[in-house]
């Protein structure tokens, strides 16, 4: 006996050459989506913000390139083990009777976030140097990647929320605002 999926219930596809046209929203919306997937979106936005941090800081007082990005890599790596730790000390706290280095092993897959969150700005920067920006100009280009990024991963983590139109730009420019506010670290800085 065969099943078949009545009309009403069957995924809506588009015909091969169809000229309807794709929504926007409907790809703010999947990409919303798999932002929810990540084990903690906020921890991408705060990887994002330390490696911006990081890149405006060293780029100001060093010259070379491979110690900028070892030392924006290396903060990056700090503060995930400090979310680790703390998160592993927290569930103890909550009653989690799991040996530390079990709750470690846990908390350190579930605050990658952080780190996933600060790869793509260091990418942008050795991307910048390999095409032959300076130091300085690869961290600037970094940090302005990473206020893009920022915005939005501000607005589809609204959008993911519920949020539609104004607030969710709302949303999208108070995560952009730390973006702007690295940006501005950075001028008074060189």
Known sequence: MRVTTPPSRRPHRRPVGSTEPSTASTSVTS??????????????LYGALIAA????????HAEAFAYIALA?????????????????QSMQLAGDRRH???????????ESSVIKGGLPAIAVFVLADLLGATP???????VYFSVLVLVGAGYLTARQGGRRGLPALVDAAGAGFFGVLVILMKALLH
Not at 136 to 142: F, G, K, L, Q, S
């Open 72 to 88: 924006t890599f290396l903060v990056l790596v700090v503060y995930w083990l400090a979310h680790v730790y703390i998160e592993a």
């Open 100 to 110: 530390f280095f079990r709750r470690l092993a846990h908390t350190g897959v579930v």
């Open 136 to 142: 300085t100009r690869a961290a600037t280009i970094a």
């Open 31 to 44: 990409a919303a989506r798999r932002l929810a997937q990540v084990n903690d979106p906020a921890g991408l």
């Open 53 to 60: 941090s990081v890149l405006a800081t060293a780029s100001a």
